[in-house]
């Protein structure tokens, strides 16, 4: 299965490489035996990267005096050896914290710095993300090297609003809802206001599969992307695969890289 045409270039990338599919780097893979205890560091990004990812997923918070910091969780409490949350701290103050017991709590500027061939899938995590990730995406003139989701409908929605449509996004869960459920991908993208570019979604909830095959042909359908997390098995991996879908999120880059490369789906960009 082909995939659309998007008009974005960060997705379209995959069409210059035909039978491939977007290969993303889940907290810089944060279940790779090499970098256990580092998710969103720069070590673990740099592992993926050397496995030859060049999409890599990463979550963004925002500190008290504004910096952008590329870190799962509120509070730095679960992997670091410091605790506060971020909202509350200095960047200064979150530069004493080790995640891992080593590695420091990286910037957004120093992930795009640091691999400057890359693009990332960025998640907003907090409610003052937004507003600073619009204004760090113009001031780095970084357009085209950023998808942004969010599972809140008022942040993406503001983050939208403020990239007037340059940047790609990914589907709210509520858009993700009219893609899953209406009769018509084309239909779904009238009633979400041609907002989603792809369509970023778990393989099940519950019971409840959402990475359907009719999810997969409504939204190309619509000329929309359909990215599935977070997975890590291989037998989910070829499934979906099977399924048409156009990118696959990892926490375990080595095996998604085994997979793809034994299926011939593997995009080497070396």
Avoid: C
């Avoid at 098995?233 to 695969?241: F, G, I, K, Y």
């Avoid at 399924?243 to 095996?255: A, Q």
């Amino acid at each position: 299965m082909t995939p659309p045409r998007t008009g974005y270039p960060y997705l379209d990338e995959v069409l210059r490489h035909p039978g491939t599919v977007l290969a993303f780097a889940h907290r810089g893979g944060a279940a790779h035996p090499d970098v256990l205890g580092l998710e969103n560091t720069l070590a673990a990004f740099r592992v993926a990267s050397s496995l030859g990812y060049d999409y890599l997923e990463t979550d963004v918070h925002v500190t008290r005096d504004g910096v952008l910091l590329a870190f799962h969780d509120r509070a730095l409490d679960r992997v670091s050896d410091r605790g506060g949350s971020l909202a509350d701290l200095t960047y200064a103050e979150v530069r004493e914290a080790l995640v891992g017991g080593r590695e420091r709590v990286p910037t957004l500027a120093e992930l795009l710095d640091a691999f400057p061939d890359a693009r990332f899938n960025i998640d907003l995590k907090s409610a003052g993300a937004g507003p600073a990730l619009a204004a760090f995406v113009d001031e780095h003139r970084a357009w085209d090297r950023v998808l942004v989701g969010s599972f809140s409908r008022r942040r993406l929605n503001e983050f939208r609003r403020l990239t007037r449509g340059r940047v790609p996004t990914s589907a709210h869960p509520l858009e993700i809802a009219a893609f899953r459920l209406l009769p018509s991908g084309r239909l779904a993208d009238v009633l979400t206001r041609h907002r989603v570019a792809a369509l970023q979604v778990p393989y099940r909830r519950g019971r409840w599969v959402v990475a359907t095959p009719g999810l997969v042909r409504r939204a190309h359908a619509a000329g929309k992307h359909v990215h599935v997390w977070t997975i890590d098995a291989p037998d989910e991996m070829s499934l979906l695969l099977d399924r048409g879908v156009d990118g696959l999120m990892t926490d375990r880059t080595d095996i998604l890289r085994r997979v793809l490369t034994e299926r011939g789906q593997w995009r080497d960009v070396t």
